[in-house]
């Protein structure tokens, strides 16, 4: 399992140099998409596919709150990962600053990483892997669930760009999958196991072996705890998600946007647990109160 959480210590590590303008000469632009898409060379297929799914979980974001960022993809093989990305190992979705998502063009060894022999797991839990993670070569990787991840990351697009006071570093997390979670059951409902299967697995193991497990722990040690307590950090604020969405849907989202761009004061928790209640959902509280 050590492996497998290492993942969710990066996704909050988004890239946020300060970048000068760059051009994309050696990459392939594609024309179609409201947002500018780039890709190497020979990965046009897999570049509208990913370009395709962005484009739609944007426009559809949009018309849920009434607000666009803007973003530009690239979609890269190793060669040109070197070059553009900034994030140092193949395969991570990341940001340049915060409109460059950043996302690889091909599977490799770092998403195969994360997912344990399945002689080591449960045999139902070794099925449902097999069943939701397997390529068409029969081989088995995580690709499913980084190319979903690209969702996560626009989620922290859309709250940096629009300025919402997301008053707690577990919440922009939060409000990251949520979004991720609300496209996908509301668009595409027969992915949703690539992201779900892998998180409930980890919060399903328990969490008597990690140091931290308080949300005032998590905001102390945000970006220095251990990867694999992170990683049990991040499952749980995903389990969460589904549970709030499959409590009053897309709506919950909607309302979360909307309390976090208004309410612009510090608050403490008493304070925003009572926010949360009042102007979003019960359940959204509780992962405060509750957790």
Known sequence: MKKITILFFTIILFVQTNLTAQTYEELTKLD????DVYFSPGNEERTNIIANRCDSAIKYIKDLIGFEPEVSLLVLNPEHWKKYATFP?????HYLGNKSLV?????????RSFLPPSEQL????????KDTYSLDDGTISMKAFFDLLALHE????FHLQAGLKMQRLWMQEFFSNLLLHTYMAENEPENLPAVEVF???VVAAGS????????????KMYDSMDPKNYGWYQSKLTVAAKNVYNSGGKDILVKLWHALKNNQNEMNDEE???????EVHEEVAKILTDW
């Open 89 to 93: 190992v193949y395969g991570m979705p």
């Open 122 to 129: 449960p045999k139902e839990l070794a099925d449902r892997i």
């Open 103 to 111: 996302v690889a063009s091909d599977d490799n060894d770092f998403w």
């Open 154 to 157: 626009l989620g922290h697009g």
């Open 32 to 35: 179609d998409f409201s947002i």
């Open 208 to 219: 008597s072996e990690y140091q931290f497990t308080s949300l005032a722990d998590f905001e």
């Open 272 to 278: 925003l647990a009572v926010m949360l209640r009042n």
């Open 199 to 201: 998180t409930e697995m």
